[in-house]
Each structure stands twice: as C-alpha cells, then as structure tokens.
C-alpha cells in the first residue's frame, strides 16, 4: 500500500533484451469484467522511529516499554482472489475479492519469524460489489464472521479502496527510450492515525519486449495529502522499481518494487521520526493454474 523514498537502485536488465527503437506497449492492466485472477503479494518492512524532539514523549513511551531508537522488520504475506462477472448494458460489471491468507510477522535479528502482536485474522474474508464504468464501487458487502460494528467498517473501507484502486489504474502507452509518467491515487493506513492520502507520479520507461512479456522501469515520487488532527504529519517518499506486463492477456504478472518513506509526527510532547524502507514483490496468474 504501496505502501516511498529515496531510492537506493532501480532494478538493472540486460542491454541484450532492450526493446526495439520506436516500439511501443499500450499497459493497461485495471480490473476489468469476466476475470478470474490470483494475486500474491509480500511486503517486507524495516522501519526505524527515532525521538527529533522530546518534551516528555520519552517518559510516556518508556513506561509502555518503548526505547527509542526502535528497529523493527516487518513481512506480511498476502494471497488474494479477484473475480469479476459479465460487462452490463451500463458499463458496469460485478466484483468479488476475496483473501484468501493473509500473514503479518516480525522477523527477528536472527531470521526466524514470529506473529505480529494485535493482528487481524483476514483469512477467506470476501467482499462483492458492483464496479460503475468509471471504476468506483457500488453497493458494497461484506462477508466474514467475528466482524462487526467499527471494525466491519473499517474493513470494508479498506477493501473498496482496493478494489477501486484495481479497477481505476490509468492506461498509458510507453514507448522504448522515452518517459512517460503516470498517476496513481491510494491511501497509507498508519497506525493509530487517519491514513495519509497518497498520489504517486510513476514515470515509466519500456525496457524490453520478450515472449509476449513488456518489461517496463518505473521511478516514483509521492505527494501526501495530511489529515487535520491533533497530530500534524510531514510525510516524503520516492521509489522505483519493475513491471513484467502480459500483452495479450492486459495482466501485470510482476511487479517489484523499493520504496523510501519518511514520516514525521509533531504531537505536543514531542516529534517522532519513522524511516520505513519496503520492498513490495507482486505475482499475478490466473486462477486455476
């Protein structure tokens, strides 16, 4: 979700696969209908928070157990499934995306893995909704048990932001040798906060062409948009990384990615600083297979 930094290097491919002078792939790869795919994805997180200023955040953190500066590796594994119906008269079409497994560990100095503390049993949960021609979602549910109230609510909004998110990338068409930059809109939950609205500006340059298969670099700068609260947010990010695009299927079967935030918090008894360094890998196939 992705979820952006100073990036560190772009991933290299071989001058032996550049794509051919003037050619060019039209990537489009949105949620459309009459899909069956499986999306695996894994995020792995090092973050560092460090104390800018203290005016007693020290004291209060410290009594919770916190000593600062805090380091900790986070890797979440997820496994979903996105199934849309037939195209209707109005452009619309139905949605489901269900999780299939999701996992939130701490990886320790040691490699081994252990649970996250405070994490939310995701497993088979499943949303349906009805995406509109211009990619928003409509009449929403949920399916799960043990959720309810706030909770239910708060699922659902994060499920229709992706689903929206899937069906509503923009289309652009790349060319070998030339950049041709790309926006797209989400939202970064943080924890205990409102989630930071993110636009990132992707400029993308085609690679290569082999087998079918379009790859494509893309570096990255993100804008934030900071919520009002008792909490005032500085957020930066860059990043960079690979796409492998599947040309007559219009899937995105690889991506990969770095990404360099930094978040800083201004509360009234001190400035918290988060660097947070994520690669993000993504595998897409179609169900079944």
Not at 4 to 24: F, I, Q, S
Not at 73 to 89: D, I, K
Not at 143 to 150: A, I, P, R
Request: hydrophobic share 40%; glycine share 8%; proline share 4%.
């Amino acid at each position: 979700m992705t979820r952006w930094r100073t990036w560190a290097a772009v991933l290299w491919l071989p001058c032996a696969m550049a794509a051919a002078a003037g050619e060019t792939v039209e990537l489009d790869y949105r949620l459309r209908a009459e899909r069956d795919l499986v999306v695996e994805q894994v995020d792995e997180n090092v973050t560092t928070m460090r104390v800018v200023t203290d005016n007693g955040l020290v004291a209060r953190t410290g009594a919770q157990g916190a000593r600062f500066p805090l380091t900790y590796h986070t890797v979440n594994r997820q496994r979903s499934r996105y199934t849309t119906g037939a195209l209707q008269a109005d452009g619309s079409f139905p949605a489901t995306l269900a999780i299939l497994s999701r996992r939130a560990m701490l990886r320790l100095a040691s490699g081994a893995e252990q649970p996250a503390p405070g994490q939310t049993d995701m497993d088979n949960f499943v949303f349906k909704a009805v995406i509109d021609a211009q990619g928003r979602v409509q009449q929403p549910t949920l399916q799960v048990d043990g959720l309810d109230g706030e909770r239910l609510n708060a699922v659902r909004g994060v499920m229709t932001s992706v689903l929206e998110q899937a069906a509503r990338i923009e289309t652009i068409r790349v060319e070998q040798g030339k950049a041709v930059d790309q926006d797209v809109n989400m939202q970064v939950p943080l924890p205990g906060l409102a989630p930071l609205d993110l636009k990132i500006t992707a400029t993308n340059r085609l690679i290569a062409v082999k087998e079918g298969m379009a790859q494509v670099e893309m570096v990255y700068v993100m804008a934030f948009g900071v919520p009002d609260g008792p909490v005032k947010i500085e957020a930066t990010g860059t990043g960079g990384g690979t796409l492998v695009y599947d040309i007559a299927a219009r899937v995105a079967r690889r991506i990969e990615t770095n990404t360099l935030m930094t978040i800083v918090t201004h509360m009234p008894d001190g400035t918290l600083e988060f660097q947070m360094n994520t690669r993000q890998t993504q595998h897409t196939q179609d169900a079944g297979r």
